[in-house]
């Protein structure tokens, strides 16, 4: 397909093996086999959105490149999905587009990120999503595609092509899928999307840019302040070992620890408040990290946060019920790349 047209070209192959094997070598693949995206399953994940093949479901700001509802139907059946997944994945893409998610800057860095998906409300039921055990892995077919189709959908419209394009240094698995649902049955906090202005029932789906998760285990205290102090010295050492910017950063809480705070009255606010004030770091540290050259350079004992706000600290509930395990998920680049919360549309407008 040409990358830089609302429009597609139409291949013909003998079946779907050849179909896979052509996609492999003009490197339209994130190297996983593909479901081969033929007019007919296209033109139905299209009517699954509501929309016409040609209209524009967002533009990327930077380069200005038009996202196509027809292009992201191919990515999705490529990925894998299935067409009611296309609300889910419709609302991702609008989120993405926002300038302060800065898609061009996190698609195009050497810090290797990855767009981090969260998907709230009652359309993670309909689907069957994974909120609790392996959340962040292989559970589920829809967690496991919704993701998939952000990479496949920079691949071959944005043209975020390893070495070209994407310069990553290493990147992380994340770049090849990395969407959850937040398990709001079992927890008592109120949900991410209404954290973030969604209404109460109304489904959506909130996206950041982020570098690889930290798993983070505590299991021997009853303490919440203890307990955070974990998940801080997490926020600390990303900051002496990547980069002390300002920025969202993703815990997610699994049952054992959300207990914890449960049972102590600790909301998801008072979590991000205690965070606000801990997770920092002086200048000074990073010479104990083998950043001298710079450490040294101006303002040796200036405080660094982590967050510019509480608010700026998303508390996710997602997890398997045992173990004492969470994890954070630090930003890309702080405020040049923040976190969007878009509501997903389930009927055609």
Not at 29 to 39: Q, W
Not at 95 to 115: D, I, R, V, Y
Not at 134 to 155: E, F, Q, Y
Not at 269 to 286: G, K, L, N, P
Request: hydrophobic share 40%.
């Amino acid at each position: 397909m040409a990358e830089a047209s609302l429009s597609s070209t139409v291949l013909e192959v003998d079946d779907a093996f050849e179909a896979n094997e052509l996609y492999q070598r003009n490197g339209w693949t994130d190297g996983l086999p593909i479901v081969a995206p033929t007019e007919a399953r296209v033109q139905a994940f299209v009517q699954a959105m509501g929309l016409d093949p040609a209209d524009v479901i967002g533009t990327e700001p930077v380069r200005r490149r038009h996202i196509s509802a027809e292009k992201v139907a191919i990515a999705a059946v490529m990925a894998g999905c299935l067409p009611e997944y296309m609300p889910v994945v419709r609302a991702m893409v609008q989120a993405m587009c926002e300038p302060q998610f800065g898609l061009h800057g996190c698609t195009a860095s050497t810090g290797g990120a990855a767009p981090l998906v969260i998907v709230n409300g009652p359309i993670r039921r309909q689907l069957g999503m994974n909120a609790t055990h392996n959340a962040l892995a292989n559970a589920c077919r829809a967690n496991a595609s919704i993701g998939r189709t952000v990479r496949l959908l920079l691949i071959n419209v944005l043209g975020s092509v390893p070495g070209q394009l994407d310069r990553a240094t290493l990147g992380h698995p994340g770049k090849f899928t990395f969407c959850i649902a937040e398990d709001e049955e079992d927890s008592a906090w109120v949900p991410l999307a209404q954290e973030r202005g969604v209404p109460v029932g109304t489904s959506a789906v909130t996206v950041l840019s982020v570098e690889s998760p930290h798993q983070v285990m505590n299991e021997w205290t009853r303490d919440p302040e203890e307990l955070l102090d974990t998940y801080c010295a997490s926020m600390r050492s990303n900051m002496l070992e990547y980069s002390i910017w300002e920025g969202n950063y993703a815990m997610i809480v699994a049952p054992q620890h959300r207990e914890v705070f449960n049972a102590a009255g600790w909301t998801k606010q008072d979590i991000r408040r205690y965070a606000f004030e801990h997770a920092q770091v002086q200048r000074r540290q990073w010479r104990d990290v083998g950043k001298a050259a710079v450490a040294g350079r101006k303002d040796e004992e200036r405080i660094y946060k982590a967050l510019r706000t509480p608010e700026d600290l998303l508390v996710v509930a997602a997890g398997g019920p045992a173990g004492g395990f969470g994890v954070i998920a630090p930003p890309w680049y702080g405020k040049k790349s923040l976190a969007v919360t878009t509501p997903i549309q389930t009927t055609a407008p």
